[in-house]
T-cell receptor, first 114, second 111 residues
């Protein structure tokens, strides 16, 4: 089956630093990758959509300069949280979509900003 | 705008009980409908889906039927197990690559 990995699974950082999260499709080519943010006891909020080799499309209210997304290849997308603050603490989830309309989700990354 | 409404949890059932988690949607067209499951400490996994009216998605004993007349996609299972304890998300997609999720329903099965 289609497998998507994320790294790291957990990260703790100091306020003001930047954190990079990787999302990889392990056994298929992902033409599109998505980044979500999940708040406690809430649903997933789509942050941005990225297509390989082009700029990401951000959802309304998501700061593109704060959440940098790069989709450098058909198997890798990265999300960089720049100048992180405690309010950025959250569970970040990526998903990848290949030739079908099904999104396959990564296990998520728990970010804690101190 | 498009939206998904799920029954609020948490839901607690005894093993072998019958499960229903309600999901209704609001959309201007005919989306594909999905149920995703999130087990503790893991990411979301696609449980089942249906792409058109009257389709029934099924997997691992779970079923859901796409009801256009009631704009619903209720999840059912005849006999739940402890291993079914998880958070369940209903979602829709118009093929525009954007999934809209419900708020999730936490299910706990007691032995």
């Amino acid at each position: 089956g289609a497998v998507v990995s994320q790294h790291p699974s957990r990260v703790i950082c100091k306020s003001g630093t930047s954190v990079k999260i990787e999302c990889r499709s392990l056994d298929f080519q992902a033409t599109t990758m998505f980044w979500y943010r999940q708040f406690p006891k809430k649903s997933l909020m789509l942050m941005a959509t990225s297509n390989e080799g082009s700029k990401a499309t951000y959802e309304q209210g998501v700061e593109k300069d704060k959440f940098l997304i790069n989709h450098a290849s058909l198997t890798l997308s990265t999300l960089t949280v720049t100048s992180a603050h405690p309010e950025d603490s959250s569970f970040y989830i990526c998903s990848a979509r290949g030739e079908t309309d099904t999104q396959y989700f990564g296990p998520g990354t728990r970010l804690t900003v101190l | 705008g498009d939206s998904v409404t799920q029954m609020e949890g948490p839901v607690t059932l005894s093993e072998e009980a019958f499960l229903t988690i309600n999901c209704t949607y609001t959309a201007t067209g005919y989306p594909s409908l999905f149920w995703y499951v999130q087990y503790p400490g893991e990411g979301l996994q696609l449980l089942l889906k249906a792409t058109k009216a009257d389709d029934k998605g099924s997997n691992k004993g779970f079923e859901a039927t796409y009801r256009k007349e009631t704009t619903s996609f209720h999840l059912e299972k005849g006999s739940v197990q402890v291993s079914d304890s998880a958070v369940y998300f209903c979602a829709l997609d118009f093929g525009n690559e954007k999934l809209t999720f419900g708020t999730g329903t936490r299910l706990t099965i007691i032995p």
